[in-house]
T-cell receptor, first 113, second 113 residues
Framework: GENVEQHPSTLSVQEGDSAVIKCTYSDSASNYFPWYKQELGKRPQLIIDIRSNVGEKKDQRIAVTLNKTAKHFSLHITETQPEDSAVYFCAAIPDTGRRALTFGSGTRLQVQP | NAGVTQTPKFRILKIGQSMTLQCTQDMNHNYMYWYRQDPGMGLKLIYYSVGAGITDKGEVPNGYNVSRSTTEDFPLRLELAAPSQTSVYFC????????????FGAGSRLTVL
């Protein structure tokens, strides 16, 4: 089955700096890669996603890049703000086999004011 | 349109007790999932269903059972609760294979003492 690894596990940045979180996946059949933000005690919320036929996608301060050849994808947050502090999860899902998202282990992002 | 509704929100069980976590969605989604999230960790797939009458195991199914008699409901049963099942349980759903965005429930926090 799919295996998703995520790094780093914790990330501390100063307000206004950029943050980058990286994930690798193992199943070459995976073709959809979402990123979720989870605040303390809340459910995961989708913040951005990318499909395998696209190399990059941007939504305001958030961008995701995908390298299918290397099987890795990254989340980029620019001009970080204290409200960006949360745990971020990457995930992957193939169109065949087990049709369920496999999640990375999460990155705790702390934005220092 | 309530989305995905989980009950109960909190529950404390004694070792060996049984209980059912309820999950219902009103979006007519075919795919439904149960994930568990241990403290500081990512989400692990317990069971999933691609439609009424069809269920399949995920990564961590031991100690759990599910049923899917209707499109709306996907209950998760714990037969003999163990401390290792202390976790937050999330139910999620999505329409079909062409739409990968998950809608999560608010979660059920279970403690086994």
């Amino acid at each position: 089955g799919e295996n998703v690894e995520q790094h780093p596990s914790t990330l501390s940045v100063q307000e206004g700096d950029s943050a980058v979180i990286k994930c690798t996946y193992s199943d070459s059949a995976s073709n959809y890669f979402p990123w979720y933000k989870q605040e303390l005690g809340k459910r995961p919320q989708l913040i951005i996603d990318i499909r395998s036929n696209v190399g990059e996608k941007k939504d305001q301060r958030i961008a995701v890049t995908l390298n299918k050849t290397a099987k890795h994808f990254s989340l980029h947050i620019t001009e970080t703000q204290p409200e960006d502090s949360a745990v971020y999860f990457c995930a992957a899902i193939p169109d065949t086999g087990r049709r369920a998202l496999t999640f990375g282990s999460g990155t705790r992002l702390q934005v220092q004011p | 349109n309530a989305g995905v509704t989980q009950t109960p929100k909190f529950r404390i069980l004694k070792i060996g007790q049984s209980m059912t976590l309820q999950c219902t969605q009103d979006m007519n989604h075919n795919y439904m999932y149960w994930y568990r999230q241990d403290p500081g960790m990512g989400l692990k797939l317990i069971y999933y269903s691609v439609g009424a009458g069809i269920t399949d195991k995920g990564e961590v199914p031991n100690g759990y059972n599910v049923s899917r008699s209707t499109t709306e409901d996907f209950p998760l049963r714990l037969e003999l609760a163990a401390p290792s099942q202390t976790s937050v349980y999330f139910c999620a759903s999505r329409p079909d294979i062409g739409a990968n965005v998950l809608t999560f429930g608010a979660g059920s926090r279970l403690t086994v003492l």
